[in-house]
């Protein structure tokens, strides 16, 4: 008989990348807690995987890469996030700012980035503004001709791994239309350190100032009407539910070592615990599967991937916060200490849903799909 593949397995071609980054999601998980405590850039993390190849893999065939399956992407995003979520974060936002600006940009510019991401160039996805909040594809902020471009005063917030970025993926307001460019960083653009934040510490996602800095004519990004999927849509999901899968070892791991001494039973025996155990358990199964299934249609460059990413995130963001309140309860007080990754991961779990879409930007537009009637 031959084996039985799953329809939504990234392609066999591609699993030696899923062995790499397990192998290499070791170490990083030896170190999460470390950079969480200092809230460092985990750029030794980061140079690991850009050594693998991994970042040239996932450009398209033409610019140099492999063409990488959204579901070999989508699989090696929730390894690396249940090892570190930092890391996955940062990693999420360098490839969908690098690969954006290989896929938005003219072919010769987009050689160009496609060169400097292969060369280990560090990459920034700097497209929320402090006002827009959601709205990260429709900037406020309006860029004024000068010679050579244009010039922006504002700022971006949440640009993770900003501080070790060469290259921005930034959007302003020209002539009334959002446009993409890409910049390097100068003197005019300074990191305001805001972020002494609760979770994802490592990804060190700063706020980015803009004081006149000229986005060159050369690095703007011509309307495209071809429809693509990106990486960063497609990797939320998997974010979150790289965190719930290492909530829920860590509560297995928790439960299975806590002797109650009344009964001389293991936490892990307690029926209660197993029924909610079974609870978020088959919500996270059900989580993984729909997005596998939403990283499938991103393969297929389908119609109904934009929706289906909502939906993916959302079933995402709440199970992981779930999973990870769930192993708090079990883990008492001793979960509570800094000494358990399960205050780390309760503290990360939560930072999922606030990510645009938020989860209640998500359920607002699908909630509106289901009830109103559609053009």
Known sequence: MTESVHPFAPPARERHWIETVTEL?????????????????PIANLRALHATGLDRATLPAEFGGEDLSYRAYGEIVRILSAACSSTACIWVMHIGAAVGLVQLSTPEVGRFYAGELIDGKRFANALSEPSSGNMFLMPQQVAEPVDGGFRLTGAKRFVSGCEAADHFLVNALVDGAPTFFGVAPDDTMTFVPIWDTMGLRASRSQLVS???????????????????????????AFLSLGIA??????????????????TGQSLAEMQWLQFEVADVHTRLEAARMYAR???????????????????????????????????????????FLRTSPIQ??????????????????????IGKTVLLPQD
Request: charged share 25%.
């Open 25 to 41: 999601a070791k170490d990083f998980a030896a170190t999460a807690a470390g950079f969480d405590d200092t809230a460092e850039l």
């Open 210 to 236: 803009f004081e006149g800095t000229v986005l060159r004519e050369d690095r703007r990004c011509p309307p495209s009407a071809a429809r693509r999927p990106n990486h960063i849509g497609a990797g939320l």
């Open 245 to 262: 899968d290492a909530a829920e070892n860590a509560l297995i791991t928790h439960s299975r070592g806590r002797v109650i001494p009344a």
């Open 293 to 335: 299934n939403m990283a499938w249609l991103a393969d297929q460059n389908s119609p109904e991937f934009l929706p289906a990413t909502m939906t993916a995130k959302v079933l995402a963001n709440d199970i992981a916060r779930d999973v990870a309140q769930l192993a708090l309860k079990a883990g008492g007080g001793s979960g």
């Open 344 to 365: 780390r991961l309760f503290r990360d779990a939560q930072a999922g849903g606030l990510m645009a879409y938020s989860a209640e930007v998500c359920k607002d537009r």
